[in-house]
C-alpha cells in the first residue's frame, strides 16, 4: 500500500512538472520586437522573432516585447553584439546599427 501511494505521488508529480514545463515554453515564443524609424514611415514589427534579423537602416528606437533578451548588433550579420535589451524595456540603435537577435 505504501508503495503504491509513493508511486502514485511520483506519477503526480512528473505529470505536474511536464504540464508546467509545456506551459512556459508556448509563452516563451510570444511577443514582438517593434521598430521606430521615423514619423513618416510605420513601424516595423517582428512577430514572435528568433534568430537574427536586419534592423531597417534608418532605425531609431527597437523595443522589446517578448520575454526574452534582445541583442543589438553592429553588423547585419549578427556577428558583432552591442547593447542587450531587457524584456519590456527599448533602446535607441544608431542609424544602419545593422541587426538584432532573438
Not at 514589427?45 to 543589438?72: E, I, Q, S
Amino acid at each position: 500500500m505504501r508503495r503504491t501511494r509513493i508511486a502514485l505521488l511520483a506519477a503526480a508529480s512528473a505529470l505536474l512538472a511536464v504540464c508546467a514545463t509545456a506551459g512556459t515554453a508556448g509563452a516563451a515564443e510570444e511577443g514582438d520586437v517593434v521598430v521606430f524609424s521615423t514619423e513618416l514611415t510605420p513601424l516595423t514589427v517582428y512577430h514572435d522573432p528568433h534568430g537574427c534579423h536586419k534592423l531597417p537602416l534608418d532605425a531609431h528606437v527597437l523595443t522589446n516585447r517578448t520575454d526574452r533578451l534582445v541583442t543589438v548588433y553592429g553588423d547585419p550579420f549578427c556577428l558583432t553584439p552591442g547593447p542587450v535589451v531587457r524584456p519590456g524595456y527599448g533602446a535607441h540603435v544608431a542609424p544602419g546599427s545593422g541587426s538584432f537577435s532573438a
